[in-house]
């Protein structure tokens, strides 16, 4: 069971904007940052948001991040075909002393 | 542009030992934390364990701890990832990754790892 807990799946129309969730806890989310990971199926992982709500400079700003006590939330606006694919949060756990992630969303575009 | 590749990885019995590397170029290996991830087929990322960019901190997911041990060279702009006493739980791909103590900017293709008699 993951310390930080995702919808297993969402899904919305092209076009349209969908967010995914991520809960933690005062000792992970509630106290540090948070990123967000994009996934394809039988490819590496790349990053899409750090430190909450920072975009790397190849990610468009149709992706976007925000952080509220011990939740944070990823948006995908004017959604594409191509954005379908699992999402992944992790943040540091202050108890664990390490690293954890959500157990991952994915995103189907109807 | 990071660019990190990893190698290493194989078949092994239950109960032996092998060991990743991951050759970094495109950065200052030196200045960077690296982490190891896992990812077993079909499931959710799974991180492993992280190393300070000097190598003095490091840091394990309590399922590895004591049987994976990280560590790096940063003459040879490498890091290392000593897999002992393997159970067919550490089956996944393994992939190294540059980047902070909460997140990570840049990883690789990863390596195969399937633990079975």
């Known amino acids: 069971q993951s310390a930080l807990t995702q919808p297993p799946s969402v899904s919305a129309a092209p076009g349209q904007r969908v967010t995914i969730s991520c809960s933690g806890s005062?000792?992970?989310?509630?106290?540090?940052?948070v990123s967000w990971y994009q996934q394809f199926p039988g490819i590496a992982p790349r990053l899409l948001i750090y430190?909450?709500?920072k975009r790397p400079s190849e990610i468009p700003d149709r992706f976007s991040g925000s952080k509220s006590g011990t939740s944070a939330t990823l948006g995908i606006s004017g959604l594409q075909t191509g954005d379908e694919a699992d999402y992944f949060c992790?943040?540091?756990?202050?108890?664990?002393?390490?690293?954890?992630f959500g157990g991952g969303t994915k995103l189907t575009v109807l | 542009q990071v660019h990190v590749v990893e190698s290493g990885g194989g078949v092994v019995q239950p109960g032996r030992s092998l060991t990743l590397s991951c050759v970094a170029s495109?950065?200052?290996?030196?200045?960077?934390?690296m982490h190891w991830v896992r990812q077993a087929p079909g499931k959710g990322l799974e991180w492993v364990a992280l190393?300070?960019?000097?190598?003095?901190?490091?840091h394990y997911a309590d399922s590895v701890k004591g049987r994976l041990t990280i560590s790096r060279d940063n003459s040879r702009n490498t890091l290392f990832l000593q897999m002992d006493s393997l159970r067919p739980e550490d089956t996944a791909m393994y992939y190294c990754?540059?980047?902070?103590?909460?997140?990570?900017?840049?990883w690789g293709n990863g390596t195969a790892v399937t633990v079975s008699s």
């Open positions: 990754a540059r980047g902070d103590y909460d997140s990570m900017d840049g």
């Open positions: 495109g950065f200052k290996f030196s200045s960077y934390a």
């Open positions: 190393v300070s960019f000097a190598g003095t901190n490091k």
């Open positions: 005062s000792s992970n989310i509630g106290n540090n940052y």
């Open positions: 430190d909450n709500d």
């Open positions: 992790g943040t540091w756990d202050i108890s664990l002393s390490g690293l954890v």
